[in-house]
T-cell receptor, first 116, second 115 residues
Framework: AQSVTQPDIHITVSEGASLELRCNYSYGATPYLFWYVQSPGQGLQLLLKYFSGDTLVQGIKGFEAEFKRSQSSFNLRKPSVHWSDAAEYFCAVVAFSGAGSYQLTFGKGTKLSVIP | DTGVSQDPRHKITKRGQNVTFRCDPISEHNRLYWYRQTLGQGPEFLTYFQNEAQLEKSRLLSDRFSAERPKGSFSTLEIQRTEQGDSAMYLC?????????????FGPGTRLLVL
């Protein structure tokens, strides 16, 4: 069965500093990978996705992520963090089912705090 | 193009009561998903609809849970005889029938508190 591990529960960075959030996945085939962001009490907003092709994908709000098959990783990065980036970030992998659904399996999330 | 909407946003109920949540997907999205998110966890899959057909249910979806999607538009999720363990955020997501059907767009969620 597929799984996603986000090793860091909570990360604190200073505004303007660079950011890297780690994500490791387990999936038998070529994965479809996603990063979502969730502000307190809100739903999830899609930041970026990887299906195939270029292993460095660009997303919204200046985020990017790099797919590394050899390391089973899909880490999220941002060169300069803004205070508004404080939120919880979830990495997810799609599992295709025989019934035709694309179930998302999520990691437990990484909470990002930003120091002014 | 409006996003996925959910109603209500918050619900407080007493143990043993029934509750019903509604999800309106993005128009022309034929795939609809329900997820549950408990504190400190990522969302977990509950059930999946393609048009009006409920094609998949998670083991998390006990007999007290039922979901419908009449006419393939909005969906409802009902919990009967609520328990304190049902307290969670219930998220709805939808995706398009076409090439990007793997990409799910989420609503704001309904936060349920069972006292």
């Amino acid at each position: 069965a597929q799984s996603v591990t986000q090793p860091d529960i909570h990360i604190t960075v200073s505004e303007g500093a660079s950011l890297e959030l780690r994500c490791n996945y387990s999936y038998g085939a070529t994965p479809y990978l996603f990063w979502y962001v969730q502000s307190p009490g809100q739903g999830l907003q899609l930041l970026l996705k990887y299906f195939s092709g270029d292993t460095l994908v660009q997303g919204i709000k200046g985020f990017e992520a790099e797919f590394k098959r050899s390391q089973s990783s899909f880490n999220l990065r941002k060169p300069s963090v803004h205070w508004s980036d404080a939120a919880e970030y979830f990495c997810a992998v799609v599992a295709f089912s025989g019934a035709g659904s694309y179930q998302l399996t999520f990691g437990k999330g990484t909470k990002l705090s930003v120091i002014p | 193009d409006t996003g996925v909407s959910q109603d209500p946003r918050h619900k407080i109920t007493k143990r043993g009561q029934n509750v019903t949540f509604r999800c309106d997907p993005i128009s022309e999205h034929n795939r609809l998903y329900w997820y549950r998110q408990t504190l400190g966890q990522g969302p977990e899959f509950l059930t999946y609809f393609q048009n009006e057909a409920q094609l998949e249910k998670s083991r998390l979806l006990s007999d007290r849970f039922s979901a419908e999607r009449p006419k393939g538009s909005f969906s409802t999720l009902e919990i009967q005889r609520t328990e304190q363990g049902d307290s969670a955020m219930y998220l709805c997501a939808s995706s398009h029938r076409g090439l990007s059907s793997e990409t799910q767009y989420f609503g704001p969620g309904t936060r349920l508190l069972v006292l």
